[in-house]
């Protein structure tokens, strides 16, 4: 499994904006799907948003028109820059990536990052 670590959460006041990055370990050469997961206490994991590797995005319909995914290959790095975020967007935001090449290795399947608290006070 290739390294995925996030960084970028923290604790905003609903209205705010937080930024999350997703290094891999190595530049991107390409990938299937990188994008990012959330899970919110009590709940299962739920889809927010994907890059597929046409370079199309899908949202999320509770984030669209708020949230915003972008990708640096050269850092081998995903963002999501959140704004306006609520309460409900109160969650652990995990990394994803679906068949994953790197300057390091290719790693096919499902790889994840530890997760990063994301905590929005009304």
């Known amino acids: 499994q290739v390294l995925l670590v996030e960084s970028g959460g923290g604790l905003v006041q609903a209205g705010g904006s937080l930024r999350l990055s997703c290094a891999a370990s190595?530049?991107?050469?390409?990938?299937?799907?990188m994008g990012w997961y959330r899970q919110a206490p009590g709940k299962s994991r739920e889809f927010v948003v994907r890059?597929?590797?046409?370079?199309?995005?899908n949202y999320a319909d509770s984030v669209k028109g708020r949230f915003t995914i972008s990708r640096d290959n050269a850092k081998g790095t995903v963002y999501l820059q959140m704004n306006s975020l609520q309460p409900e967007d109160t969650a652990v935001y995990y990394c994803?990536?679906?068949?994953?090449?790197?300057?390091?290795?290719?790693?096919?399947?499902?790889?994840w990052g530890q997760g990063t608290q994301v905590t929005v006070s009304s």
């Open positions: 190595g530049s991107i050469i390409s990938f299937n799907t």
């Open positions: 994803n990536a679906r068949d994953l090449y790197t300057s390091r290795g290719y790693y096919t399947g499902d790889s």
């Open positions: 890059i597929i590797s046409g370079g199309s995005t």
